[in-house]
């Protein structure tokens, strides 16, 4: 069923192209008419950052996207007095905007930020819906439309990284993979314009990829490496060569590995 939340909204400029692997459009759009904060779930290169996108422009909301890293703390978020020729001023932060201006939020990797980030989120992603901003006492309250939306990989991470249930269950959670051999190989051909034929093949490989490093790699071979690949055949590239250089040499440094995974691209190409 399609959602009634994305009916009618005018759009200035045509939305970044999203292929639903499942209902997850829809469910975006549902969590963001009931004020709820999104918590998705997924491999690198599976498609979130895409489905952030795509749904921010379906529903006619500013997006402001915040990539996180270990030495991401709440001031990085929430803002900064800055002195200027001996004035003292506050400077908003990226989170403070969206607040303030209705917008989607989008905080990438979570797990890789600082703790503290969450005295500042929960109060967001709860009913108060508010933004705490200690250094100059106020409390925002979000404006209609803000919506928080985090992502992280639970396949890589540190044990210890993983996230509180207190943050958790603050949150929808929804889980991408990767999208089925069909879809994988439409998105393929319309993300880079190649032929069905080499768009087919790609899947084909990453398949036998996964299947090889699932246990053994941090990461496995992702949808954005097939299109990087497929990019590479339409600017000219052989598709053994473009598949060496864009998916196994981004998987891996160790030499062994590196001839075992070209060892399957030879098999399958
Ligand atoms: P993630 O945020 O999960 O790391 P991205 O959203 O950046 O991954 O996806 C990487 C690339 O893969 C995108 O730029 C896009 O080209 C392609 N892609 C992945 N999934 C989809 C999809 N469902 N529809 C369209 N493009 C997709």
Not at 22 to 49: M, N, S, V, Y
Not at 152 to 159: D, I
């Amino acid at each position: 069923m399609r959602s009634p939340h994305l009916a009618a909204v005018p759009l200035a400029t045509a939305p970044p192209p999203y292929l639903a692997q499942a209902d997850e459009c829809d469910l975006f759009a549902q969590a963001h008419a009931a004020r709820l904060p999104l918590l998705l779930k997924g491999p690198t290169g599976c498609g979130k950052t895409r489905l952030v996108e795509h749904m921010a422009a379906r529903l006619g909301r500013p997006l402001i996207t915040v990539s996180g890293h270990d030495d991401l703390g709440a001031a990085d978020l929430t803002g900064r007095h800055l002195i200027e020729g001996g004035d003292t001023r506050w400077v908003d932060g990226p989170l403070t905007r969206a607040v303030r201006e209705g917008a989607i939020f989008y905080l990438d990797e979570v797990v890789e930020a600082r703790k503290d980030i969450t005295v500042v989120l929960h109060p967001l992603a709860d009913d108060r819906r508010q933004l705490p901003l200690d250094r100059t006492g106020e409390q925002i309250a979000a404006a209609p439309g803000f919506m928080l939306v985090l992502s992280y990989n639970p396949g890589y991470q540190h044990l210890l990284k993983g996230l509180k249930p207190s943050t958790r269950q603050r949150f929808v959670a929804l889980s991408l993979g990767y999208p089925s051999p069909v879809l994988e190989a439409q998105i393929v051909q319309s993300e880079s314009g190649c032929p069905p034929e080499v768009a087919l093949q790609l899947v084909r490989l990453a398949q036998a990829l996964r299947r090889l490093t699932e246990h053994d790699l941090e990461e496995t071979a992702s949808t954005r490496l097939l299109v990087m690949a497929a990019r590479l055949t339409q600017a000219g590239l052989p598709l053994a060569r473009a598949a060496h250089v864009a998916v196994a040499e981004a998987l891996t440094d160790d030499a062994p590995t590196l001839a075992a995974l070209a060892e399957v691209l030879r098999a399958v190409l």
